[in-house]
């Protein structure tokens, strides 16, 4: 099996499910009830459409919540016909066992899009979608019960140095409210590669008074991507 990388200049805008985020974070109900939830580096996910339908007080955040939402929810459907065709030339390196099909995980793709377009230009949606950018979150302190970065912090490692990092969990721990979570996935780069610095990072945590620890995804697709990050935020 040959290991190539997955090209990608930038930084892609995805759109993955609700269901895709519970696999990846192993959410249980008893996790989504505990009050507010924050999507950070949203993008194009229905999770906070999704979560907000069963009656979880859910929000995103992504700097593509600015401006014109039209030319950039039109990108996102470019990028799933682009990453889908990425994919296809790369079918060996994935577990298909949860997508079936590189057609089911594009349908899918699609079904968020459609979910999350509908939802951002909704009246319910008002509210819901901060134009922000870690480090720096224009939200108060100690606000949310459970935190998410799917797909953006250490999966362009190469893009961004340890420093960002530092100053990126240090923000979601502000804004973490004393006994919330805070979950990070995946702990590996585009080129397939575990994050470096992740013990550093794990030791500065603890230095800020948290707790870290890697728990086991139940999304399984990237075969060398097998754990997300948990931080708890003590008090
Ligand atoms: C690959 S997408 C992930 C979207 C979604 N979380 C998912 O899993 O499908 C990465 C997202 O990170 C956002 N992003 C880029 N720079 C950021 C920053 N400094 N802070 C927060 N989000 C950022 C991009 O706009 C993009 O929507």
């Known amino acids: 099996m040959t290991n190539e990388i997955y090209e990608q200049i930038g930084v892609a805008m995805t ?3 609700f269901e895709e985020y519970c696999r990846m974070f192993d959410l249980q109900a008893s996790d989504l009830e505990g009050g507010a939830i924050l999507d950070v580096a949203g993008g194009g996910s229905s999770f906070t459409a999704e979560a907000r339908a ?8 992504d700097p593509r919540y600015e401006g014109d939402m ?23 390196q994935f577990d298909w066992s949860y997508y079936g099909s590189l057609e ?3 349908e899918g793709r699609e079904l968020s899009l459609v979910r999350f ?7 319910e949606g008002q509210g819901c979608y901060v134009a922000a950018s870690l480090p720096s979150l224009p939200l108060g ?16 490692a190469e893009q961004f140095g340890y420093e960002f990092h530092e100053q990126a969990v240090a923000e979601l721990i502000r804004v973490c409210k004393p006994g919330g979570q805070i979950r990070i996935y995946p702990l590996i780069s ?3 590669k575990p994050y470096l610095h992740l013990e550093r990072l794990i030791a500065h945590i603890r230095s800020l008074g948290c707790e870290a620890v890697l728990q086991e995804t139940k999304l399984p697709f990237i075969q060398a991507s097998t754990h997300y990050l948990i931080i708890m935020k003590i008090n």
């Open 117 to 123: 377009s509908n939802h951002v230009r909704s009246k």
């Open 70 to 92: 039209k030319a950039w929810i039109y990108e996102a459907a470019e990028e799933i016909a682009t990453s889908t065709a990425k994919l296809a030339g790369l079918m060996e």
């Open 190 to 192: 585009l080129h397939w």
């Open 15 to 17: 759109c993955r499910s």
């Open 141 to 156: 302190d100690d606000s949310y019960n459970l935190i998410f970065c799917s797909h953006f912090l250490f999966l362009y």
């Open 104 to 106: 089911s995980h594009r």
């Open 54 to 61: 069963q009656g979880y007080e859910a929000y995103a955040v």
